[in-house]
């Protein structure tokens, strides 16, 4: 099993820009797919991001599209979330998550808090 520990969480204003890293520890960082994921207060989590193993492809969900940046470094085990234009609503702690080929993302790091002021 892959541990994975995020960091680059903090406070910005509207507008603002952070990076978010997750650094993984543990089996093979290149044969699992990542992702980022959210939860708000009072909401369920909801899928933010994902790169396949290569990195060659990535996903977004439709509320971040333009605005934010999913990429990895295989060599350092590291994929990273370039979050730029925030606004409140991305306010949410942010998760790390790997994923093995054909299976649902099975990992998780503890998560790292992301807010937003207006």
């Known amino acids: 099993q892959v541990q994975l520990v995020e960091s680059g969480g903090g406070s910005v204003q509207a507008g603002g820009s952070l990076r978010l890293s997750c650094v993984a520890s543990?089996?093979?960082?290149?044969?699992?797919?990542m992702g980022w994921f959210r939860q708000a207060p009072g909401k369920e989590r909801e899928f933010v991001a994902s790169i396949t193993y290569t990195g060659s492809r990535t996903f977004g969900a439709d509320s971040v599209k333009g605005r934010f940046t999913i990429s990895r470094d295989n060599t350092k085990n590291l994929v990273y979330l370039q979050m730029s234009d925030l606004n409140p609503e991305d306010t949410a702690i942010y998760y790390c998550?790997?994923?093995?080929?054909?299976?649902?993302?099975?990992?998780w790091g503890q998560g790292t808090q992301v807010t937003v002021s207006s």
């Open positions: 998550a790997a994923r093995e080929a054909g299976k649902d993302f099975g990992a």
């Open positions: 543990g089996r093979s960082f290149s044969i699992y797919a």
